[in-house]
């Protein structure tokens, strides 16, 4: 049982640059979800999912695209990378329901750097 | 708009001391508020609270929910220096989405 993997654990980009941040999780849960951390302001919510072929924007979607075509992968796009997308990105993945609903489970992060 | 605020922001304390960590909030259909400890790496789950009143304990630490006055508090008694992280405090609205507070940054001292 792996838990939440996130690929890779370190990454630069070049401005303008595309590149997708993988996420996955086998422990069968419905609810996943990818965040940033930058210091001073916590874990913001990027995107999240409540189970494959639903997606939902979080409080800092802009510039991210989200996909989820099967319960254990959650991959998320950058587009066309700035530097203000310099941060950690975490994936997160829950139950919906049940005795252990929303103990959310963390990958152990992705450092990117967008020189 | 929803919001979480936690109080204070960092905290330096000796060993053996007994903290309290505030989280107030504003939101939406509330769901659940859940606390976190982060140590340099992936936050860790700590507590779910559902229901006003009802304490949720583990070992030192302990939570309790006030829906009235939308606040929780965290406590941790006979303060370790392994107990130094950041705790950060989260609420879900019924669409099944989390925000984050900023996190209380706790140092214990030896």
């Known amino acids: 049982n792996a838990g939440v993997t996130q690929t890779p654990k370190f990454q630069v980009l070049k401005t303008g640059q595309s590149m997708t941040l993988q996420c996955a999780q086998d422990?069968?849960?419905?609810?996943m979800s990818w965040y940033r951390q930058d210091p001073g302001m916590g874990l913001r919510l990027i995107h999240y999912s409540v189970g494959a072929g639903i997606t939902d924007q979080g409080e800092v979607p802009n510039g991210y695209n989200v996909s989820r075509s099967t319960t254990e992968d959650f991959p998320l796009r950058l587009l066309s990378a700035a530097p203000s997308q310099t941060s950690v990105y975490f994936c997160?993945?829950?139950?919906?329901?049940?005795?252990?609903?929303?103990?959310?489970?963390f990958g152990p992060g992705t450092r990117l750097t967008v020189l | 708009e929803d919001k979480v605020v936690q109080s204070p922001l960092s905290l330096v304390v000796h060993e053996g001391d007994t903290v309290t960590l505030n989280c107030s909030y504003e939101?939406?259909?509330?769901?659940?508020l859940l606390w976190y400890k982060q140590e340099k790496k992936a936050p860790t789950f700590l507590f779910m609270l559902?229901?006003?009143?009802i304490e949720k304990k583990s070992g030192r630490l302990s939570s309790i929910l006030d829906k009235k006055e939308l606040f929780s508090i965290l406590n941790i008694t006979a303060t370790q220096t392994g107990d130094s992280a950041v705790y950060l405090c989260a609420v879900e609205n019924s669409g099944y989405a989390l925000n984050f507070g900023k996190g209380t940054s706790l140092l214990v001292t030896p």
């Open positions: 939101v939406t259909n509330f769901r659940s």
């Open positions: 422990m069968n849960h419905e609810y």
């Open positions: 997160a993945s829950s139950l919906l329901a049940g005795e252990y609903y929303n103990e959310q489970f």
């Open positions: 559902t229901s006003s009143g």
